[in-house]
């Protein structure tokens, strides 16, 4: 006796699941490609890469530009999200530099050639913000307060005694 072929069902079965298979994990992969990690708010970020803000508002995009020292820095608003902003700038990848998010999504930063600074990530603050002894302290996370250079926190607690001082 010989045996049967399989029947044709079986075989569409057969030839149909291994892909499936393949086409799930492309899936995974793409998705894993294309969502960033979201950072909590506070979390120091160091390195360049792509980040998405703790609300999930905003993206950070830090990306070392080809043959040279400086960094690009782009901040726009994540897909799908209504009136979305964006805010792009250079900064130099040679100094120490650093960025974290608030827990309403605004981006604080430092870099030697730019100082401290912020930019608000919704449409209505989306405004690039240097930061000094003139203001724009408020509400700055105490993670990056602290990675400040001394300088920096010197400036800080200039302005902080001078709004302790100008308080009734």
């Known amino acids: 006796m010989s045996p049967q072929p399989p029947s044709e069902p079986r075989i569409r079965f057969l030839t149909l699941v291994p892909i499936l298979a ?3 994990a492309l899936g995974f992969v793409w998705y894993a490609r294309n969502n960033a990690p979201r950072v909590a708010a506070g979390q120091l970020i160091r390195e360049t890469g792509v980040y ?3 609300g ?3 993206v950070l995009t830090l990306r070392k530009l ?3 020292d400086r960094i690009s820095v782009d901040v726009s608003a994540h897909p799908g999200t ?3 902003s964006s805010a792009s700038w250079e900064i130099d990848g040679t100094q120490p530099w650093l960025f974290t998010f608030d827990a309403d999504d605004k981006l604080w930063g430092y870099s030697p050639d730019q ?3 912020s930019v608000g990530t919704t449409p209505a603050a989306n405004a690039f913000t240097s930061i000094g002894i003139h203001g724009g302290w408020a509400g700055i ?3 990056l307060l602290q990675a400040l250079p001394a300088e920096s926190r010197d400036v800080y607690h200039e302005w902080r005694a001078s709004q302790d001082t100008a308080a009734p």
């Open 22 to 24: 393949v086409l799930i």
């Open 82 to 84: 209504p009136e979305a």
């Open 66 to 68: 080809e043959g040279q």
């Open 52 to 54: 998405t803000a703790p």
């Open 115 to 117: 100082g401290p600074h």
């Open 56 to 58: 999930g508002t905003a």
């Open 141 to 143: 996370p105490e993670p």
